[in-house]
């Protein structure tokens, strides 16, 4: 009960928090849009390497579908996070000057970690082994879009 009050209490004060920030327009600065599509990015970092430990045998495999959907889920919040046009952090003007062709690999990474993820559904680790090169395009976004720091 006391767990759950404080829990409770907490929600209270974040979700006043969240509420003062949506009347205020919640107008994130540059700092913020940056923060926050690195920290997608990590989120695909982490999933990846996790992936990366089931693939190589070192954990057992049963949460590998989880683990794809989570990053098809974050591919596509990656995609939107970098609609509003903020240089800087790592990612370099050509995300903005190029956006046509930004937006068509995202698209791709979209699509292909989705395919990913169906494909689990039935075959497990051992189609994502196979897959994953191809459905993971990071490095040919970064190679591009990139400012690696
Ligand atoms: C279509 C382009 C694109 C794809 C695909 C992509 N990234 Fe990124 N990634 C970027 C850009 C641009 C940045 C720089 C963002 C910034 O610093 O503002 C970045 C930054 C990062 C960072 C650094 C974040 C930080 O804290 O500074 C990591 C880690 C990362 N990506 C991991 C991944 C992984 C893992 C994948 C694939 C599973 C992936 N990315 C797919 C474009 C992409």
Sequence with gaps: MIRAAKFIGGFAVAATLA???LSSG????????IDYREHIMK?????TAAIGQ???????????????EAIA??????????????VGGEAKPEVWSNAADFNAKMTD??????????DAKTGGAT?????????LTCKGCHDVYRNKK
């Design 19 to 21: 509420l003062t920030a």
């Design 26 to 33: 919640a107008m994130a600065d540059d700092k913020d849009v």
């Design 43 to 47: 989120t695909l970092d982490e999933q």
């Design 54 to 68: 089931i693939v190589s045998g070192a954990i057992p495999d049963a949460q590998i579908v989880a683990h794809v």
């Design 73 to 86: 889920l974050a591919a596509k919040q990656a995609q939107k996070s970098f609609e509003a046009k903020v």
């Design 109 to 118: 990474f979209v699509v292909r970690t989705e395919k990913l993820a169906k």
């Design 127 to 135: 189609v994502v082994m196979e897959e994953m090169v191809d459905a």
